[in-house]
């Protein structure tokens, strides 16, 4: 048998080292693209051909484009990315306000008057009209 026989001692721990390390920076470099990128979106100061134009840039020379947007735009991402989560946040509060007060009782005509509209549309029956009319009232 002449077939070669490769084993783990034919890649030493230093190959092993190096492998990882590219594949680190590999996955740091695809996040940074994605950072970037999403920045260049989120930023509501560009215009459309700014952003059309650092898109192309970075997708066509992304080592060159990458380094000249964190040079020239990198200061202020952090703050941007600040603001898109307060206004995400603030979003997220008004709804929540919202929702929360909506959900409270409110007075029984209000009720009633919710439920005669809900039986013109045809939604609900004679019976159940009277059975829901009769709940809002005893409580």
Request: charged share 20%; net charge neutral; glycine share 8%.
């Amino acid at each position: 048998m002449s077939s070669n026989l490769y084993l783990a001692y034919d890649y030493p721990l230093l190959g092993a080292f190096w492998t990882m390390m590219w594949i680190f920076l590999w996955i740091l470099w695809i996040i940074l693209l994605f950072r970037v990128i999403g920045d260049v979106f989120r930023d509501d100061a560009l215009s459309g051909w700014a952003k059309t134009g650092w898109t192309f840039f970075v997708i066509i020379l992304p080592f060159l484009g990458i380094f000249v947007y964190l040079i020239a735009r990198g200061r202020n991402m952090g703050q941007r990315e600040q603001q898109a989560a307060r206004a995400r946040q603030e979003s997220l509060d008004a709804y929540i306000r919202d929702t929360a007060a909506g959900t409270g009782t409110g007075s029984h005509a209000d009720e009633l008057a919710k439920l005669s509209d809900l039986k013109s549309k045809g939604e609900l029956t004679e019976a159940e009209f009277q059975h829901a009319k009769q709940k809002v009232l005893t409580s």
